[in-house]
Structure formats: structure tokens, C-alpha cells
């Protein structure tokens, strides 16, 4: 992955929940990142298939294209691309996320504010 400096690095954030997206872009925004939104998994395909981002934060569970297939896909096209895919639910495994990788943070370890 390239070295860039944060207010050079290009994030997307794909969520079907606008608020999610929001908080997620104002907290990246306030320090400095360049961030895009997408509400879904098939515009977050046609958005990385424009250009390449340095860091995709997805949503585990989308409309039309779901989170592992967008991570997939993405990591396809763009091999170093970060992918970090959150989620409300306790198990990634379903969709196989789990054989490209994690780490798992306790959940008071992240927070918003």
C-alpha cells in the first residue's frame, strides 16, 4: 500500500443506514481523511471500479451485493486496498470473511466519540 499522509488517504464507507455513514464520515472527516459514502454494496462496486481507495469501511450486511462479496470483489481489483467491515451482528463467519483475516476489538475498545 502506498504511504500517504491522512489528509491524502481516500476512504469509502458503505452502509445502508445514513446515519451510520454520517457518523463514520464526520469522525474520518474531523482528522483529516478524504471519505465517499455508498448506501450499498452494487454502488460501492461501480464506485471502486472508477477509482481505487485506499480504505473501505463496509457494513456486513447490504442490499443487492453483502459485505463479504464486497470485500471480495474490492480486494480483486485492488489487492492492497484495506477492507474493514463492521457490524451489529456477533458472527462474520457466515458469509467466510473469517479466511481473509481479522481482528477482533472488544466493543467498548471502539468508540465514536
Not at 486496498?81 to 476489538?105: A, E, L, P, Q, W
Request: hydrophobic share 45%; proline share 4%; glycine share 10%.
Amino acid at each position: 500500500m502506498r504511504k500517504l499522509g491522512v489528509e491524502q488517504t481516500k476512504v469509502l464507507v458503505v452502509d445502508d443506514e445514513e446515519c451510520m455513514r454520517e457518523i463514520v464520515r464526520q469522525a474520518l472527516e474531523g482528522v483529516g481523511y478524504l471519505v465517499e459514502e455508498a448506501s450499498d454494496g452494487a454502488s460501492a462496486l461501480a464506485m471502486i471500479g472508477q477509482c481505487p481507495y485506499d480504505v473501505i469501511i463496509t457494513d456486513l450486511r447490504l442490499p443487492a451485493v453483502p459485505g463479504e462479496k464486497l470485500l471480495r470483489e474490492a480486494l480483486a481489483i485492488f489487492p492492497e486496498t484495506i477492507v474493514i467491515i463492521m457490524t451489529g451482528y456477533g458472527n462474520i463467519r457466515r458469509g467466510g470473511c473469517h479466511s481473509f483475516g481479522r481482528v477482533r476489538f472488544p466493543a467498548q475498545a471502539v468508540s465514536a466519540g
